[in-house]
């Protein structure tokens, strides 16, 4: 079974310009999360897809942030205009439903300058 | 937010048990205890989950309090390769896995 997989591992950009972010999950999950480390900080949740609805989306630092699941499958997460503060890494997690394990991805390092 | 307490580090002899705790008093009863762990330059790995009984699967054990304020995840023999930073977080069901991760704690492994 191949794992969850992001696009690109790594991302440098320049402040202001604009970034998209690819998840695909595992085949047959019907949850989707997105997650971020800031530089010093914790693991925060960003947001939840069931399918291609946002379950939740209380994690989303402000509208520069666009998350899209057309179709129930892969998920992209736009940063437009992209700041310093957006560095760090994000992740992506697919999961069958709720208590059961969530499956993460290696994650994209994106660094803003 | 559903929060739970974990030591900062921890270390262990390689081929040794290691029993890492974790409080969460303000667990609700629906709430499931999972451990992840997160090695270096990777993505958080899927540990073990629990309710209310003790569990065992191929990584490791977690046992859960009876009062449920508590658990361990139990790591039989430590190895090199299970250095990392270590997590517990309630799955506050039927919310789903949007995760409040805590920390953490990170487990060196000595040879």
């Known amino acids: 079974e191949a794992g969850v997989t992001q696009f690109p591992s790594h991302s440098v950009i320049e402040k202001g310009q604009t970034v998209t972010l690819r998840c695909d999950p595992i085949?047959?999950?019907?949850?989707l999360y997105w997650y971020r480390r800031v530089m010093g900080k914790e693991i925060k949740f960003l947001l939840h897809f069931v399918k291609e609805s946002k379950q939740d989306e209380s994690g989303m630092p402000n509208n520069r942030f666009l998350a899209e699941r057309t179709g129930g499958t892969y998920s992209t997460l736009k940063v437009q205009p992209a700041e310093l503060e957006d560095s760090g890494v994000y992740f992506c997690?697919?999961?069958?439903?709720?208590?059961?394990?969530?499956?993460f991805g290696q994650g994209t390092r994106l660094t803003v300058v | 937010d559903a929060k739970t307490t974990q030591p900062n580090s921890m270390e262990s002899n390689e081929e040794e048990p290691v029993h890492l705790p974790c409080n969460h008093s303000?667990?609700?009863?629906?709430?499931?205890i999972h451990w992840y762990r997160q090695l270096p330059s990777q993505g958080p790995e899927y540990v073990i989950h629990?309710?209310?009984s003790n569990v065992n699967n191929r990584m490791a054990s977690l046992a859960i309090a009876e009062d449920r304020k508590s658990s361990t995840l139990i790591l039989h023999r430590a190895t090199l390769r299970d250095a990392a930073v270590y997590y517990c977080i309630l799955d506050r069901v039927p919310y789903g896995q949007n995760f409040v991760f805590g920390p953490g704690t990170r487990l060196s492994v000595l040879p």
């Open positions: 303000t667990i609700s009863g629906t709430d499931y």
């Open positions: 997690a697919s999961s069958r439903g709720s208590n059961t394990e969530a499956f």
């Open positions: 085949s047959g999950h019907d949850n």
């Open positions: 629990g309710l209310t």
